[in-house]
Structures are given as structure tokens and as C-alpha cells.
């Protein structure tokens, strides 16, 4: 049983944002899971039903289980937004209005205390 989770998913998976890191085989997958996410991410549906479907797919060694467990896991990929790449305008654009925040906040704090 254990050479099963060496079996390549159905395809790899290669998120462009979010901790997960590229995956092509149950073992990558199972690594990903329990490395890459925190364990608080295990309470969404989405996580649980990837999990379960994976452990499925290395337990059974079958084709259709692995087509599953790989479609599973793309989909709470997308779920969480991790397969689509937020633009550098967009970042830059964020990082601006933070950075105009922490600059208010500073100045009010500094009026406060004096």
C-alpha cells in the first residue's frame, strides 16, 4: 500500500499565489497538505473533502479515485483564489493605501500623546 502514494495525480498542479506549493504525485500532495497549510484551513469543507478524497486515492490506488482526489484538490485550490495571480498593480496599489494608513495612524497617535 504505501508504494500508492507515489502514484502521479491526474495531472500536476502548479498554484500561482498562497502557501501550497506545485504538486504531481499523492506523496507531493500529502506533503503539501500537512506542511503547507495552517490546521485551521482543515475546518473548511473544501480542505476536508480534498483530504479525505487523497487519502482515498492513496489507500485505493485506483485511476478514478486519483482523478478524483486531484480534481478535489484543484477545486479548494481555486476556492481559496490560490490559482489565480493578483496583478503587481494591484499589489502595489494595496501596499500604497497600507502604507497611507500606518502614516494616519501614526500621525494621530503622535497628536494623541503629545
Known sequence: MPEQRNRDLAYTIAPRSGPFRVVSSLRDANHALTQDLPISYFRRSHWKAAGWQLVRAAETGSS???????????????????????????????????????????????????
Open 64 to 114: 478514478a479515485d486519483i482523478d478524483v482526489a486531484t480534481e478535489s484538490l484543484l477545486q479548494a485550490l481555486i476556492t481559496e483564489g490560490w490559482m489565480n495571480r493578483e496583478t503587481a498593480c494591484a499589489s502595489e496599489k494595496r501596499d500604497q493605501e497600507l502604507q497611507t494608513t500606518i502614516e494616519a495612524l501614526t500621525k494621530r497617535l503622535e497628536q494623541a500623546l503629545s
